[in-house]
């Protein structure tokens, strides 16, 4: 019994320290950055683009191999010779065969490209897939940042509408015990007292629906975050305290989308320039030294076994002159793709322009609409209490109350959707600043 309750205090222990508890959005993002699997898959492509730019350094180095191999000639060539050289009759013929049937060989070989335009243009383009590739990780990470801060900041709106509509789920509970009393004293509406029974019914749906939503928001988060082993903790005041932070649209850095599309722009211009230097001559230069040896048996490794040694070096020069028209089609290919990435670039540029407008748009249009809403749901709550005050002191008829309760819910509705807006709005404006520290 001892050892069982040991075993269970000790996964206990374990899954204590197995929680990561995350507080603000800060600690999401970290949290998210180390967790996420597809964010390490690319960082992996990243590593692989400058994996790529070294390969293509190397195949401009002298290229070296060593080669061997051993040959069994089953059928070996016969040449007919007169048989008057080997003591036969005249005008008759000897078949005689040449060579050796077993054979064995070795070299060393090595060749350098000593003229082939088009590589330094495969470098140039290796040093611009890198920075595709970095532009391309930078807009990931952008992209998995806004989708963090919106799973975040909805994450605690739905939390906090869950808390809104439990009270408002007791609020109407209460006015419906209220309405009750009335109505025993027959001092009630059936119309009103079946209107109040229905807001009851809407805030009971209004609540399971919040709980849901809270439910499948955190497993969004959860997925973004790479775990389920993460505790979110959301002080109440996280939303209340969404204060008009002064903000300024400086620094904004380039967008990654169209620092992408002017680095693939440059790109279709390299291997337009590539697909025209495939017309130059390549030369190339070439050296082998070999040892071959022939044996009339398998057994070519005695001591007494003879050795040629051939050693050639020289020069090669390759001159395209036809490929059916393959060149010609290739380097009008690649002009219409520069064309082509040329456009992009030119849209993704006035794109990008106005995305940074409607970015500030938003944030001026939440940063209002955010302050109006606390002012107004902070007075629809003043009005509440004041009129549930009077209702239950027999000034306000249930109709009154009624509308006074719905205008509540309406400032409440109002109060989330506008200060979660608010919040996704400065925080991606502050990841598109360049000096933005998370």
């Known amino acids: 019994m001892k050892l069982i309750k040991t075993f269970l205090l000790t996964l206990l222990v374990i ?19 180390a967790n996420n699997a597809q964010y390490a898959a690319e960082q992996i492509g990243l590593r692989q683009a400058s994996v ?4 293509n350094r190397a195949s401009m180095l002298p290229q070296i191999k060593a080669t061997g191999g051993i040959e069994h000639h089953f059928n070996l060539p016969v040449q ?12 008759t013929f000897q078949e005689v065969r040449f060579g050796l049937p077993y054979s064995a060989n070795a070299a060393i070989e090595g060749s350098w490209q000593l003229l082939k335009a088009g ?24 992209t998995l940042k806004q989708e963090v801060a919106v799973a975040w900041y909805s994450l605690l709106q739905s939390e906090e509408n869950k808390n809104i509509a439990r009270e408002n789920l007791i609020a109407a509970d209460t006015l419906l015990k209220t ?80 620092a992408l599309a002017k680095l693939r722009h440059q790109k279709s211009q390299l291997q337009l320039r590539k697909s025209r230097l495939e017309l130059l001559p390549e030369i190339s230069a070439f050296a082998s030294v070999s040892r071959m040896t022939f044996s009339e048996n398998i057994n070519m490794f005695s001591s007494n076994q003879m050795w040629f040694d051939i050693g050639v070096v020289g020069l090669k020069i390759d001159v395209p002159i036809f490929t059916g028209l393959r060149r010609k089609n290739n380097i009008n290919w690649h002009r219409l793709a520069d064309d082509q990435a040329r456009l992009e670039a030119k849209y993704q540029q006035s794109q990008s322009q106005v995305k940074d407008l409607q970015l500030i748009r938003d944030l001026e249009s939440s940063t209002e609409n955010m302050a109006k809403a606390k002012d107004n749901r902070l007075a629809s709550n003043q009005n509440y209490t004041l009129a549930m005050y009077r209702f239950e002191q027999g000034y306000y008829n249930i109709r009154e109350m009624i509308d006074v309760y719905q205008e509540k819910l309406q400032s409440d509705n109002l109060y989330l959707d506008k200060i979660t807006r608010f919040l996704i709005a400065r925080t991606q404006m502050e990841i598109r600043k360049a000096d933005a520290d998370f």
């Open 179 to 258: 309405a009750l009393e009335m109505d025993a004293r027959q001092m009630a509406d059936p119309i009103d007292l079946n209107r109040i029974r229905a807001l009851k019914n809407q805030m009971e749906i209004q609540y399971e629906d919040a709980i849901r939503l809270y439910q499948n928001r955190n497993d969004q988060l959860m997925h973004l975050l790479g775990s389920d082993r993460v505790e979110i903790v959301s002080p109440a005041y996280a939303l209340e305290s969404a204060d008009l932070a002064d903000w300024q649209n400086t620094g904004m850095t380039q967008d990654p989308a169209s």
């Open 15 to 33: 899954n204590a320290y197995a929680q990561v508890r995350i507080s603000n959005f800060h600690e999401c993002w970290e949290y998210a950055k």
């Open 80 to 91: 007919l010779l007169p048989a008057e050289i080997f003591g036969g009759e005249a005008g």
């Open 119 to 142: 590589q330094w243009t495969d470098i140039s383009i290796a040093r611009l897939d890198e920075q595709i590739a970095e532009e391309t990780f930078r807009h990931y990470e952008i």
């Open 52 to 55: 790529m730019k070294n390969i």
